[in-house]
């Protein structure tokens, strides 16, 4: 009995005397801190290239991760540096295009917190927010092809429920002004919004699938629903583009090859103008 209670007393005349017992720090190493953005602080918005002209299109693109987040880790590659050459060589076929604007949540080795993606397109207003991400499948060296995530029915309502809660009546959302509506029918309205912006994203990654036959490699499922927080603007149309597996050393060179950022680039836009030129024509 002594034996067993011989560490209690221990610790009990440690505390007493004001001692301090030394942590081991074998195995703190690898938590990544990231600093924050202050609760309330102002958005840095980034620059909107392309045409002066406001009334034309704006894209938002968001390459993801960034900064001390690597996001998924290949041999010999990193995620964030992947998916920023494919979200610039997509900024600079639209910029070379013409007749649309573009805006980049990151330009650089730069880490942006989630929320500020979203709300970067929302304050823009964008007509489009692409995110670009790339996975890993581990040690399943085969897995590859690129898959296309929209949010799911189940999101899109609570999503619109928790919007509508927070913005309480002071937004507008799809040109409908919400002040002065109560609850119910503000959660309604802008459900009903979330829905047609839902549509509009999946009719988007149809496109991208149907444009990419012949260039990209797809994932034998490519269209996806997740509840992924870049996707929960309820009056931005957006989908979440997984461009490959880094996992696989195969796919992970192609994409960080300049013939693959241009396949992709010369892909996404021929979706994106399909996409605006469509939603042009709606009345």
């Known amino acids: 009995m002594l034996i067993f209670c011989a560490p209690v ?109 979203v709300a970067i397109a929302r304050e823009l207003g964008a007509d489009l927010f692409v995110s670009i991400h790339a996975d890993s499948a581990g040690e399943q060296a085969d897995v590859r092809g690129a898959s296309i995530y929209t949010l799911s029915e189940e999101a899109n309502s609570q999503a619109a429920a928790r919007f509508a809660q927070r913005e309480n009546g002071a937004d507008i959302i799809n040109g409908l002004d919400l002040s002065g509506q109560d609850e119910a029918v503000e959660a309604i309205l802008v459900e009903l919004s979330q829905r047609q912006t839902a549509n509009q994203s999946d009719s988007f990654a149809s496109l991208i699938v149907r444009e990419g036959q012949g260039r990209l490699t797809f994932h034998p499922q490519p269209r996806r629903k997740a509840s992924l927080a870049v996707l929960r603007a309820p009056d931005v149309p957006a989908i979440l583009y997984e461009a490959g597996f880094i996992s696989n050393p195969e796919e992970a060179q192609r994409l960080a090859s300049a013939e693959g950022r241009e396949n992709f680039a010369a892909t996404m836009a021929s979706a994106i103008r399909i996409f605006l030129a469509r939603n042009a024509a709606r009345p």
């Open 9 to 117: 007393v221990v610790l009990g005349l440690i505390y007493l005397l004001g001692a301090s017992i030394p942590v081991p720090v074998l195995g703190r190493s690898y938590v990544v801190r990231i600093d924050l953005p202050e609760a309330g602080q102002q958005l840095d918005l980034p620059e909107v290239q392309g045409p002066q002209d406001k009334t034309r299109p704006l894209v938002v693109i968001d390459a993801g991760h960034g900064g001390a987040d690597p996001g998924a880790v290949g041999p010999g590659y990193q995620e964030k540096r992947i998916v920023l050459g494919l979200a610039k060589a997509l900024r600079d076929r639209l910029l070379e295009e013409g007749g649309v604007r573009v805006a980049m949540t990151r330009d650089d080795d730069s880490f942006v917190v989630l929320a500020e993606r």
